[in-house]
């Protein structure tokens, strides 16, 4: 068994076209495109929404993935093509299944002052890729073990369970160490774990890890050791998953597993067919970019 902790840094990416907000990109990135079937971790905030404007992303397509929503503050409405209307709050899972095509709207609401929170996408396995869209939500009971209060918003941790349905295991939680807590969580060792920190330093494994790391943990261990090094609360994001046995292609708001899925995603959606229409926003779809030059090639995790 080995505690080593790999530790991969943010890059800084505009989300959301024209009126673009700034995200930290942690997953993927050349070192690692999985963490289970997680496949895209975007963590942004605390953003004062009277100087950046906050967040007003216009209908724009998905294929292939699920994506889930999960605010630390504020509040943002979602519209989808299946006709759901929700709001994201703090501490409330907002789960959306693209499967063979669905577009939404993300729009920070005017009772938002400080806008905080993350952005995950998991990838489809092939034989589900094409599922019917689908939208989920749910607002975990936190549970507290040894000075670390834990809301499971997927999956199992510390005694807890969400019913929120997925296509592959996996494990998503949010957890907030009390200053100088330490805690050893039961996990399961045939998952992959990853660990964003959004506020403090925490030690994974006794692994440092910073504001905005995500630090890996490969399988084969039963439990995860979490200590907060600081005299703050600490909070972090715990993803995981069985490593997911599949080669992907993602490109743009797309999961495919050829160039051709994408590009056919693409035509799709310029034509305006096959991913449905949002209600309610008041504005243009995105425009999908260019496709590059050369062929999109499949990625899968590193061994």
Not at 162 to 168: A, E, I, L
Not at 216 to 227: C, E, F, H, N
Not at 248 to 256: A, C, L, Q, S, T
């Amino acid at each position: 068994m080995s505690s080593t902790v790999e530790v991969l840094t943010a890059r800084d990416v505009p989300l959301g076209g024209p009126r673009s907000m700034t995200v930290r990109r942690t997953l993927p990135q050349r070192a690692r495109t999985l963490i289970g079937a997680w496949c895209f971790v975007d963590h942004y905030g605390p953003d004062d929404v009277s100087v950046t404007g906050g967040m007003d992303v216009a209908p724009h397509p998905h294929t292939g993935l699920q994506t889930v929503s999960w605010l630390f503050s504020g509040e943002i409405e979602h519209r989808d093509s299946l006709g759901s209307h929700a709001l994201v709050r703090p501490g409330e899972l907002n789960l959306m299944t693209g499967g063979h095509g669905i577009s939404h709207t993300e729009v920070s609401t005017p009772a938002t002052t400080v806008l905080h929170g993350v952005q995950l996408w998991v990838a489809l396995p092939d034989a589900d890729r094409h599922a019917d869209r689908d939208f989920q939500h749910y607002a975990p009971s936190p549970v507290t073990v040894d000075g670390a209060e834990i809301g499971v918003f997927l999956g199992e941790l510390a005694g807890s369970v969400s019913p929120v349905r997925t296509f592959t295991p996996l494990l998503g939680a949010e957890i907030v160490l009390a200053p100088r807590a330490r805690v050893t969580l039961t996990v399961d060792p045939a998952f992959e774990h990853g660990l964003l920190v959004d506020r403090g330093t925490v030690r994974l494994n006794e692994t440092p890890l910073a504001q905005a790391e995500l630090g890996y943990a490969a399988p084969g261990s039963a439990t995860l050791a979490l200590g907060n090094e600081t005299d703050a609360a600490a909070r972090v994001v715990l993803l995981g998953g069985p490593p997911f046995g599949e080669e992907i292609v993602m490109w743009w708001n797309f999961i495919g597993r050829s160039h051709e899925d994408i590009a056919q995603a693409r035509s799709d959606w310029m034509a305006g067919t096959r991913f449905g229409e949002v209600l309610g926003y008041d504005g243009d779809p995105l425009p999908a970019p260019e496709l590059p030059s050369v062929p999109l090639k499949p990625r899968g995790r590193v061994r």
